[in-house]
């Protein structure tokens, strides 16, 4: 998304430009890490590379341990992880708000578990 302007108009008359960011008006901060992909064809739909022969049949949830072996290829989906045990406070939000607060404390605590 490139960045638009609105016409302001001063009290004595004079108009100016002023730039506005879609990006974080929008709260699509989340485009600033995934938005590095190519797109192809007449609808820029993205790109998807797979690099396994292997295609998930199955995916089971987070919680649900259970159905980790439910088939050969089931595949578990980290979306609930994210929405519910990673909480307001994690990852997740810290990338969707771009609250820089939390992803200084989240790649605080990630470089020092690489360590």
Known sequence: MDKISRKIV?????????????????NYNYLNLTDK????????????Y????????????YSQ???YHRT???????YQYDHVFDGIDGI???IYYNN???????LQQNSLNIL
């Open 37 to 48: 992909t190519v797109l192809t064809g007449d609808y820029d739909i993205p790109t998807v």
């Open 50 to 61: 797979c690099n396994t022969i292997v295609f998930p049949d199955y995916l089971a949830l």
């Open 65 to 67: 341990t259970g159905y």
């Open 92 to 94: 997740y939000n810290a």
């Open 10 to 26: 001063a009290p004595d008359g004079t108009v100016s430009r002023c730039k506005i960011d879609l990006r974080n008006k929008l």
């Open 72 to 78: 050969a290829n089931t595949a578990v989906c980290f």
């Open 100 to 106: 820089k607060k939390l992803l200084n404390k989240e």
